[in-house]
């Protein structure tokens, strides 16, 4: 039975920014107009910002290890992969955990956590790169722990989904996925240009122009950041009772059918997206190594952040089936584009096909993941053959919070295969373009699995509230 909300309640949610907020209802309009909004919007914004710097640490290497050469580390290209690679790999999986962390220890105090946690990765590298003589292996180890930034996402987006009613859910989610994305353009805008200003220490090389390079100032300005976040959000968070979920009552997320086809599915879409952001800056150095504006890089990110909102909205306009298929094609397009401008040494070509690429990512990261409660809130429904009762709509959002953490990682993981793709590439060949075919096949499959379980007539027929549903 729902406790009725007194005047004061409805003013302040009990536990309100001390604590633990324990009746929290959302999907009650009087509640959430009264209440639930204003709470839910704030807790928003600095979830952002905390998803937001965690993305930053966790692609900061793609910046940094262009530049390790001419700041004297003697690394192979293969090396410089793998600094790049390590981090994506660790943050896939410590998504599984950070999800878990939400239900343990409560949204707000696990962003603080999880935040002030930036500051050992960022300290490491600083360290490294303002040693000359720092191991290759050390460079590792930073790189693991940069990993912490990866597993921010995860818990994130498991944490807002509790906040927001059913018909707010999937821009709520949108905005917090793409405003977490937009942290690796930030990075990759910011770093070259943060790196030329010689703000303290001594610079650790310079570029073929001539300019001073002053690494250490990209980890230490994310150390800073980090800080601010935790702060912010020890100060403005709120811990819902409602997440609170046993690890026991969250496993039955991994019995479902399609918690596990959405994950292959994410991996074409998000893993697309954040292996090209960790390898484009080596790969446009590895095929065009006159190029020297490397912050142009920043832009791809930036275009699949920003469309992943326009994913969503189409998802919810349309279904999301169609849309992610749809960008499946589309990203082949921009790999047969990539390959032609490697072929040709079109540099235009090259770097329009790449942002085609990234678009079309952010389109599908945004119509599948949205897709995601959607078939959860429809599954409950078919079972209970009825509309869901109160109950069953809090353990439905409890089992997409749990699946939304598998899911993340494991499409996270995709952008792991992405990076050793293009390392495997480039060691035996020199060049990227068999990777970049490899990826066209991965896509063509990716778009079969997406047509079969969702758009093919006979499933359709079958169950039309699973079919990627729009609701």
Same mark, same amino acid.
């Given at each position: 039975?729902?406790?009725?909300?007194?005047?004061?309640?409805?003013?302040?949610?009990?536990?309100?920014?001390?604590?633990?907020?324990?009746?929290?209802?959302?999907?009650?309009?009087?509640?959430?107009?009264?209440?639930?909004?204003?709470?839910?919007?704030?807790?928003?914004?600095?979830?952002?910002?905390?998803?937001?710097?965690?993305?930053?640490?966790?692609?900061?290497?793609?910046?940094?290890?262009?530049?390790?050469?001419?700041?004297?580390?003697?690394?192979?290209?293969?090396?410089?992969?793998?600094?790049?690679?390590?981090?994506?790999?660790?943050?896939?999986?410590?998504?599984?955990?950070?999800?878990?962390?939400?239900?343990?220890?409560?949204?707000?105090?696990?962003?603080?956590?999880?935040?002030?946690?930036?500051?050992?990765?960022?300290?490491?590298?600083?360290?490294?790169?303002?040693?000359?003589?720092?191991?290759?292996?050390?460079?590792?180890?930073?790189?693991?722990?940069?990993?912490?930034?990866?597993?921010?996402?995860?818990?994130?987006?498991?944490?807002?989904?509790?906040?927001?009613?059913?018909?707010?859910?999937?821009?709520?989610?949108?905005?917090?996925?793409?405003?977490?994305?937009?942290?690796?353009?930030?990075?990759?805008?910011?770093?070259?240009?943060?790196?030329?200003?010689?703000?303290?220490?001594?610079?650790?090389?310079?570029?073929?122009?001539?300019?001073?390079?002053?690494?250490?100032?990209?980890?230490?300005?994310?150390?800073?950041?980090?800080?601010?976040?935790?702060?912010?959000?020890?100060?403005?968070?709120?811990?819902?009772?409602?997440?609170?979920?046993?690890?026991?009552?969250?496993?039955?997320?991994?019995?479902?059918?399609?918690?596990?086809?959405?994950?292959?599915?994410?991996?074409?879409?998000?893993?697309?997206?954040?292996?090209?952001?960790?390898?484009?800056?080596?790969?446009?150095?590895?095929?065009?190594?006159?190029?020297?504006?490397?912050?142009?890089?920043?832009?791809?990110?930036?275009?699949?952040?920003?469309? @992943?909102?326009?994913?969503?909205?189409?998802?919810?306009?349309?279904?999301?089936?169609?849309?992610?298929?749809?960008?499946?094609?589309?990203?082949?397009?921009?790999?047969?584009?990539?390959?032609?401008?490697?072929?040709?040494?079109?540099?235009?070509?090259?770097?329009?096909?790449?942002?085609?690429?990234?678009?079309?990512?952010?389109?599908?990261?945004?119509?599948?993941? @949205?897709?995601?409660?959607?078939?959860?809130?429809?599954?409950?429904?078919?079972?209970?053959?009825?509309?869901?009762?109160?109950?069953?709509?809090?353990?439905?959002?409890?089992?997409?919070?749990?699946?939304?953490?598998?899911?993340?990682?494991?499409?996270?993981?995709?952008?792991?295969?992405?990076?050793?793709?293009?390392?495997?590439?480039?060691?035996?060949?020199?060049?990227?373009?068999?990777?970049?075919?490899?990826?066209?096949?991965?896509?063509?499959?990716?778009?079969?699995?997406?047509?079969?379980?969702?758009?093919?007539?006979?499933?359709?027929?079958?169950?039309?509230?699973?079919?990627?549903?729009?609701?």
């Amino acid at each position: 039975m729902t406790t009725t909300l007194t005047q004061s309640t409805a003013e302040k949610p009990t536990g309100a920014r001390k604590g633990w907020i324990s009746d929290w209802r959302p999907d009650d309009e009087a509640f959430w107009q009264s209440t639930g909004r204003k709470v839910a919007r704030r807790n928003l914004l600095w979830s952002v910002v905390a998803e937001h710097l965690g993305f930053s640490v966790w692609v900061m290497f793609s910046i940094v290890a262009p530049y390790l050469a001419a700041s004297g580390f003697e690394f192979t290209t293969s090396q410089l992969f793998w600094l790049t690679a390590v981090p994506n790999l660790v943050g896939s999986f410590l998504r599984i955990p950070y999800t878990a962390a939400v239900a343990i220890f409560g949204g707000r105090n696990w962003t603080i956590i999880s935040a002030a946690l930036l500051v050992i990765p960022t300290s490491l590298l600083a360290y490294c790169v303002m040693n000359p003589g720092t191991p290759y292996w050390l460079f590792i180890v930073a790189g693991v722990t940069a990993g912490f930034g990866g597993g921010n996402f995860a818990s994130s987006m498991a944490n807002i989904s509790f906040f927001y009613p059913e018909r707010y859910r999937g821009t709520a989610l949108g905005v917090n996925a793409a405003g977490g994305n937009i942290g690796v353009p930030a990075v990759q805008f910011i770093g070259p240009f943060a790196l030329a200003v010689g703000i303290f220490g001594v610079s650790q090389g310079t570029t073929e122009t001539g300019t001073a390079i002053y690494l250490h100032n990209v980890p230490l300005m994310w150390m800073v950041l980090g800080l601010f976040a935790a702060l912010m959000a020890w100060r403005y968070m709120d811990n819902l009772a409602v997440s609170r979920t046993p690890i026991k009552e969250q496993l039955p997320a991994l019995a479902r059918k399609h918690t596990w086809i959405m994950s292959v599915l994410y991996i074409g879409t998000f893993g697309s997206f954040i292996g090209y952001s960790f390898a484009f800056p080596l790969v446009i150095k590895i095929e065009f190594p006159e190029f020297q504006s490397l912050w142009l890089a920043a832009l791809g990110p930036l275009v699949g952040s920003l469309s @992943r909102p326009v994913g969503g909205y189409l998802a919810d306009k349309w279904a999301g089936a169609p849309i992610t298929s749809l960008s499946f094609i589309l990203m082949g397009g921009g790999v047969l584009g990539a390959i032609g401008g490697i072929n040709l040494n079109s540099f235009p070509l090259f770097f329009i096909s790449f942002m085609v690429l990234f678009l079309m990512s952010g389109v599908a990261n945004g119509s599948t993941y @949205r897709s995601i409660p959607a078939i959860f809130q429809a599954e409950a429904t078919a079972t209970a053959g009825r509309e869901t009762n109160e109950a069953e709509v809090v353990q439905a959002k409890k089992l997409t919070a749990a699946a939304l953490g598998w899911i993340s990682a494991i499409g996270a993981f995709g952008g792991f295969l992405i990076n050793q793709g293009f390392r495997i590439s480039n060691e035996q060949t020199g060049s990227v373009v068999i990777a970049m075919y490899v990826f066209l096949g991965g896509y063509v499959l990716f778009l079969g699995m997406n047509w079969w379980f969702y758009q093919r007539k006979v499933f359709v027929d079958r169950a039309p509230s699973l079919a990627y549903a729009k609701v």
